[in-house]
């Protein structure tokens, strides 16, 4: 499958695009000039595959945690982007999930103005779900989700083989919001995802489809908003 939609926000356009093995892609020909926040579990599991880049200088990998998206955290993450050399018109990639997505689209609105920021969402609920709508969400003190700003990516690349390592638990929760996405659209569509339910899960192909349905029905919603 190698579908792509784009998706008309505030800041202009940016593309989804479905490549299976895009990680490889990405770790054989890096962004020029990129610093890549990765969260510090996908860097155990794919070091192989993401080797050129975690093995780089220009890495920051961070444990995707409730508390390390808290403002608090913020200006060692400043401090250690600094260290790095980042630039105005650099782009920061972002190889995670939800948590790493609000951490590297929040810093990418605020660092020097504001940063191009690139997304491979490696959870199920980030594919179909989180990784349109632009937001950030960050706690401060014991107030959760309490800031945050609303900044697209320049562009969304969705690599399923991230599923193949998620916990059953994360599974079935992405596929529950697909359900619902679904429901909401038309029962019709309700009825498509529900009777492809056991496939869904077994079936990476079939994943995919409805991980792509997902989200141009997000998007009708997203770009009104």
Not at 70 to 95: G, H, N
């Amino acid at each position: 499958m190698s579908n792509q939609t784009t998706i008309q926000s505030h800041k202009g356009e940016y593309t989804v695009s479905f490549i299976r093995s895009g990680m490889d892609r990405l770790n054989r020909d890096p962004i020029e000039d990129a610093i890549y926040i990765v969260d510090k579990n996908i860097a155990k599991l794919y070091g192989d595959r993401l080797s050129k880049i975690l093995n780089s200088e220009r890495v920051l990998k961070i444990e995707a945690t409730e508390e390390n998206k808290s403002l608090d955290c913020f200006p060692a993450y400043i401090e250690a982007l600094v260290k790095l050399e980042v630039r105005r018109e650099q782009t920061l990639v972002a190889i995670g999930g939800g948590i790493i997505q609000d951490i590297t689209c929040f810093l990418a609105t605020t660092l020097m103005r504001g940063l191009p920021w690139v997304f491979y969402p490696t959870t199920l609920l980030a594919q179909s779900d989180s990784c349109i709508g632009s937001k950030s969400s960050i706690n401060s003190g014991d107030v959760k989700n309490i800031l945050g700003t609303f900044t697209p990516p320049n562009k969304v690349v969705i690599d399923v083989d991230f599923l193949s390592t998620l916990e059953e638990k994360e599974i079935f929760s992405g596929v529950g919001e697909m359900i619902k996405v679904h429901a909401i659209n038309s029962p019709t569509d309700f009825d498509k995802i529900s009777d492809n339910y056991e496939q869904i899960i077994s079936n990476q192909s079939i994943m995919e489809k409805f991980i792509y349905n997902s989200l141009l029905m997000k998007k009708k919603f997203i770009e009104i908003d």
